[in-house]
Structure formats: C-alpha cells, structure tokens
C-alpha cells in the first residue's frame, strides 16, 4: 500500500528508493504580493496608504480584498458592501470596484521583475510566484534582493517565504506574514511547524481542518506525525503530497514556464435580471472576445466552446424548473482560435440556452479541450486559412497598443454597460486616455 501511494504522490519515485533521499536540498521562495488589489489601488493613489481601503466583487457585490487597517477594523472577506456601509456609514473604509485590468497589468510587471532575476520561474496566481533559488548566496540575502527589487521596480509591496518544496515556502511566507511581521522568512527547522495551525496549510480546507482537530492534529508538526495511509485514505492523494511536501519531498515540481491554462472562462454576473436575448448576445460576444485574445496569447486554438446562461431562480414565478439547464457546449470542427468562429458557436449554443421571458442574472463562455496550435496545424484535413491567423494577430496587436477594444465586432455593438461598478479607478497603465497626470499646467 505504501509503496503504491509514494509513487501514486511523489513523481520520479521508484521501487528501491529511499524516501528520505529524495528530501529536497535545494530552495525555492514564494513570492506573495500583500493584499495586491489594495497595494494596486493605492499605488495611484498614495494618500490612501494609511487608510482603510477595501476592494469590491463584480457588480460591486462583496469584499474581496482589504487593507490591513480594514482587517483590524473586523471587516470580514466576503462580507456584502451594503452591510459594511450600514454598519459603519461615514467610517465605512475607501471602497474600489475590482479594476483586473489594472491589476493583471501590475502582476505581470511584477512577474516581469522575478524574472530578470534569471532564477527558474513559476507563475501560480496573479500574486504569487515561485523562485528557484540558487544555493550559492544565503537564502536571506536573496530574499531581501527579491523583494527589494519588485518593490523599487513595481512600487508593490511583496512577502518572500523560503523552504525546501512549495508547501514549506508557503509555512515560512505564512510565519513571516502572521507570525513574525517581517518582509521575508527562510525556514530553519522543522520543529517551526509546531508553530503554524493546521487550518493555514495549504490546500486544507474547513472541512479536513475539523477532521483533523477531531484526531486532536492542531498544527503542521502534529500533522506530520500521522500515519501515511490514514491520510491517503482520509485525505486522498493530495492530502498525502502536502503531507510529504511538509516533510521536504518534493510532490509538486516547478512548472518552469508557468502552466498554460488548460481551459479558459469569461463569466459575468449582471447588475440587473435580463431577459432579451439581443442584448445578452452582445455581452456574451465581449466575453467571446476577451477569451479568444487569452486562448491566443498563449498560442493555442480550442476543440470546444461551452456557454453558461444562469437565470434568477429567486424571482421565477410558478417556481422555478427542475433541472435548469445552465450549461452546454459543442464541439467546434474545426478546432480554432479565430474570433468569428467562436462568435458564432457560442451564439448558436445561447439561442439553445434562451427561454423567452426568463430573467437571466449570469451570463459566461468557456473554451475548452486546448492544444498548442503548432500541434493542429498538422491537421491536414482541415487546413487554415494563413488569413484568419494575419487578421486576428492584427487585431490583437492594434488593440494592445491603442487599447482594449479599439476594434471590436459589430455584434458587441449597443448593449451598454453590463455590470454596476460606481468606484472602478482608470485603467491607469492600459489606456491612453486614462494615463495618470502628474500635473497640470
Ligand atoms: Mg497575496
């Protein structure tokens, strides 16, 4: 059972190995950017430094991030807006709208400076990234000059956790945040897991933590003292990878290039119930778009195209259906990353979706079964036209530099606004005309 598990969680595990040698000698840093929509708003807007700032769902909806003042003012994450402002009226913090566009723009700059480091690279969310370390220079030296370098260069303020596999990186990111109050951290020993709750640990969710504070496992040393096959039956296969990651077995290797998504998904809530199809079309045609701009940056054309048409169940009258079909997606055939085509299978899989007189609250496509272009264009049976690939490249370069949506399809014409976002900062670093002004003359 054993030896099936380790070579089930530990890649490169084979029969005759001792586990302990492949305990990880090498370092890797996690690079965390603090509270990044928050530090994102306020590089704009400096005098907000010191004040409690919150930014807001889609639509304005929910808190999804919070300053540390707004923290300790006990505004909870995912709290609704409407309560906060009820709650604290004119002391309610400085609230934004979620601007991503402003902030995957400042992510991949911080991204941007890691990588002239020229140290491997793993980009695992819009905040954090993995640095392999080279062991020729002290872990704390090399902590200090990453996060000193994306601060000078990016203006956002970074925490560094270093240790021997990600989950450990991520146990010294998490003592240095909430435990010691300092930039950066490099684990020294494993007695320090006595120190991290067992609920901080990555990947355990609400309902392994109650499991394990029931066997009496309150922290991240008690947890590594359980047994392997209670947690491989208990917890499955990557209950036992974060288990042995704490260990110092690597179970999650850097994805030197980062991972290239393997579906991508555009979905919206509306800021009102809607029920005609024409302006829904138009929305879902913007959505189409932004995805077909992703699905090419990373040079790769989708074998499928799925829509999501999600109606308000509070408001039906007469109760609402059994099984609302909220989903369906087709095959398209050819595979393809050219606009048009995506346009029009997602429009024709909508006017399925559509009931007449339904008011719909969540509207969204998904592009699906991806593979790198390079690999489809030996598909000799469907070949591309080179055209379709010139116009697409085109338009994706002409809207990079004037800005997202100088050209668009005629079916994005005309439905307004689909979302209510009252607090959105410019898009300071994407659009000409939203530039920040230093001053005025
Ligand atoms: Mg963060």
Redesign the pocket.
Known sequence: MLFDAWSEAVPGFQPGLDLESLAHRERLALV?????YVSCERLFRPELRRVPVVVLSNNDGCVIARSLEAREMGIEMGVPWFQVRARYGVHAPIAFSSNYTLYEALSERVMASLRSFGHGLEVYSI??AFVQLPSEQPWEIQAEALSTRVERWTGIPVGVGIGSTKSLAKVASWLAKRRYKRPWYALQDMAELAEVPVDALWGIGPRHAIRLRERSVKSAADFVQLDPVWVRKQMTVQGLRLYLELQGIVCHPMQANGRRRRQIRHARSLARDESCLRRLKTWLAGFVAQAAVKLRGQDCIAGKLGVYLISNRFRQEGGYEQSPQVFINSRLEPASSYTPDLLKAAHRLLEQLYRPGQAYKKIGVLLQDLVPRQEASLNWLWPRPESERVLMTTVDAVNSSLGHQALFYACQLGAGRYSRQENRSPHYLTRWDELPVIAKR
């Not at 965390?32 to 990044?36: E, G, I, T, V």
């Open positions: 965390d950017c603090n509270q990044f905040d954090e």
